[in-house]
């Protein structure tokens, strides 16, 4: 962890000397705009960063700690590998037209689950969308009436329910895992906006950046083990 650490059951952000360690994290989903934005994040922190990418080509970054792995979650076989050495694991996958189509997260993540217990990794974050019901729970229904028109009008349905199934496979089938959800309210590549902090209820529009910020600090959060909580600007 850096000197920043979010801690407590509502994840905010405090400060404090520590002792720096160096962690390895596994990107998958590196090449999107929130991506993109983690990886920086992470290696800025002193940490390592392994992605797994269709085109490499598109990250920019060169570092002596990244490590770039060509090919995509829909066939790349040897996960394994990939989680060797590994100690955090983070999902910020999106394709909005495959996901029309089929789970391709919920079916990726149910190959990935069962490799990180073989190789004993324990941690592992999963990006959905603020608009992504909780675990047999229903939206407020403000949030479900954007969903149903604003979601439905961009074309979004797929990915919730791809996010939905995700989650429901977590909870039901994954309960040995340290994993943890954030359900974002992803918009535009703005500056920074301040600092999320994690809540059940509350909902606010990010830029990148910060999500991206909250996801790195969230994953060293003990408390949001077992959690799909929103994330929101405290006034």
Same mark, same amino acid.
């Given at each position: 962890?850096?000197?920043?650490?979010?801690?407590?059951? +509502?994840?905010?952000?405090?400060?404090?000397?520590?002792?720096?360690?160096?962690?390895?994290?596994?990107?998958?989903?590196? +090449?999107?705009?929130?991506?993109?934005?983690?990886?920086? /994040?992470?290696?800025?922190?002193?940490?390592? =960063?392994?992605?797994?990418?269709?085109?490499?080509?598109? %990250? *920019?970054?060169?570092?002596?700690?990244?490590?770039?792995?060509?090919?995509? /979650?829909? &066939?790349?076989?040897? %996960? *394994?590998?990939?989680?060797?050495?590994? *100690?955090? =694991?983070?999902?910020?996958?999106?394709?909005?037209?495959?996901?029309?189509?089929?789970?391709?997260?919920?079916?990726?993540?149910?190959?990935?689950?069962?490799?990180?217990?073989?190789?004993? =990794?324990?941690?592992?974050?999963?990006?959905?969308?603020?608009? +992504?019901?909780?675990?047999?729970?229903?939206?407020?229904?403000?949030?479900?009436?954007?969903?149903?028109?604003?979601?439905?009008?961009?074309?979004?349905?797929?990915?919730?329910?791809?996010?939905?199934?995700?989650?429901?496979?977590?909870?039901?089938?994954?309960? &040995?895992?340290?994993?943890?959800?954030?359900?974002?309210?992803?918009?535009? &590549?703005?500056?920074?906006?301040?600092?999320?902090?994690?809540?059940?209820?509350?909902?606010?529009?990010?830029?990148? %950046?910060?999500?991206?910020?909250?996801?790195?600090?969230?994953?060293? *959060?003990?408390?949001? %083990?077992?959690?799909?909580?929103?994330?929101?600007?405290?006034?």
């Amino acid at each position: 962890m850096s000197s920043s650490d979010y801690s407590g059951a +509502t994840g905010t952000l405090k400060n404090r000397k520590m002792t720096h360690s160096t962690h390895t994290y596994l990107v998958f989903g590196g +090449t999107g705009r929130t991506g993109r934005h983690f990886i920086s /994040v992470v290696l800025n922190d002193g940490h390592k =960063v392994k992605a797994l990418v269709r085109q490499p080509e598109k %990250i *920019d970054i060169h570092h002596p700690n990244l490590e770039l792995v060509k090919g995509s /979650v829909t &066939d790349y076989e040897p %996960i *394994d590998d990939l989680l060797k050495g590994v *100690d955090f =694991v983070i999902s910020m996958l999106g394709d909005a037209q495959m996901q029309k189509l089929q789970t391709v997260n919920a079916l990726f993540v149910r190959k990935l689950i069962p490799a990180m217990r073989r190789q004993s =990794v324990k941690r592992f974050l999963y990006q959905a969308g603020g608009f +992504t019901r909780p675990y047999k729970k229903e939206l407020p229904f403000m949030n479900w009436l954007l969903k149903q028109t604003l979601v439905r009008f961009s074309g979004l349905l797929g990915q919730h329910r791809d996010n939905e199934a995700v989650i429901n496979y977590l909870v039901e089938e994954a309960p &040995d895992i340290e994993w943890m959800v954030h359900r974002a309210g992803l918009y535009g &590549d703005d500056p920074s906006k301040g600092i999320l902090t994690r809540s059940k209820t509350k909902f606010s529009i990010a830029p990148f %950046i910060d999500c991206a910020t909250y996801n790195y600090h969230l994953l060293s *959060d003990n408390s949001a %083990i077992h959690t799909y909580d929103l994330s929101y600007y405290q006034p």
